[in-house]
T-cell receptor, first 115, second 112 residues
Framework: GAGVSQSPSNKVTEKGKDVELRCDPISGHTALYWYRQSLGQGLEFLIYFQGNSAPDKSGLPSDRFSAERTGGSVSTLTIQRTQQEDSAVYLC?????????????FGPGTRLLVL | GDSVTQMEGPVTLSEEAFLTINCTYTATGYPSLFWYVQYPGEGLQLLLKATKADDKGSNKGFEATYRKETTSFHLEKGSVQVSDSAVYFCALVNQAGTALIFGKGTTLSVSS
């Protein structure tokens, strides 16, 4: 079946602009996660959604970052007033359910470059 | 807080050599443990996992055993191939099941 998809695959923007990154999880997966992969920081958790529950936003680095998940499916990560340190690969993952044993399936990522 | 420590790379091996990549963790309780792999130009994918102490995860000739006594989950393969060249990440799930916590990654390069 189809895996996790993300768009765009690459995004180049100017400092100060807003960007939106999209994630389509695997159909039927109730849990959705965003991570960031950068050279300096490795892989970092950003935010987690599970069904209609309040998201876990504990990993968001600043209030310039926000995310939503509409209809329990597609998710959008928004970065406002982008900074050069936001340059990274943004990864989305989904899992069938929430829980410590669940396997997360990752999308190919969106590579963001802030000039 | 929870954390994962894995050996620094890069690891450079000849084909058919034995591979060990060390991984240790700090966590509350006994979290599920994972190895993810990122091949050049591809996304992260699950290699293997273990959900409780003494479990052995295995896949594609790779193995790792969950050792609670030493809080370790070392990755091993008896005979590596050039196609195993990739970045390997050890990870655990936090107790709430809301996030994976990753090690820094170990780059493996296998030459023929």
């Amino acid at each position: 079946g189809a895996g996790v998809s993300q768009s765009p695959s690459n995004k180049v923007t100017e400092k100060g602009k807003d960007v939106e990154l999209r994630c389509d999880p695997i159909s039927g997966h109730t849990a959705l996660y965003w991570y960031r992969q950068s050279l300096g920081q490795g892989l970092e958790f950003l935010i987690y959604f599970q069904g209609n529950s309040a998201p876990d936003k504990s990993g968001l680095p600043s209030d310039r970052f926000s995310a939503e998940r509409t209809g329990g499916s597609v998710s959008t990560l928004t970065i406002q007033r982008t900074q050069q340190e936001d340059s990274a690969v943004y990864l989305c993952a989904s899992s069938l359910n929430r829980g410590p044993r669940e396997t997360q399936y990752f999308g190919p990522g969106t590579r963001l470059l802030v000039l | 807080g929870d954390s994962v420590t894995q050996m620094e790379g890069p690891v450079t091996l000849s084909e058919e050599a034995f591979l060990t990549i060390n991984c240790t963790y700090t966590a509350t309780g006994y979290p599920s443990l994972f190895w993810y792999v990122q091949y050049p130009g591809e996304g992260l994918q699950l290699l293997l996992k273990a959900t409780k102490a003494d479990d052995k995860g295995s896949n594609k000739g790779f193995e790792a055993t969950y050792r609670k006594e030493t809080t370790s989950f070392h990755l091993e393969k008896g005979s590596v191939q050039v196609s195993d060249s990739a970045v390997y990440f050890c990870a655990l799930v936090n107790q709430a099941g809301t996030a994976l916590i990753f090690g820094k990654g170990t780059t493996l390069s296998v030459s023929s």
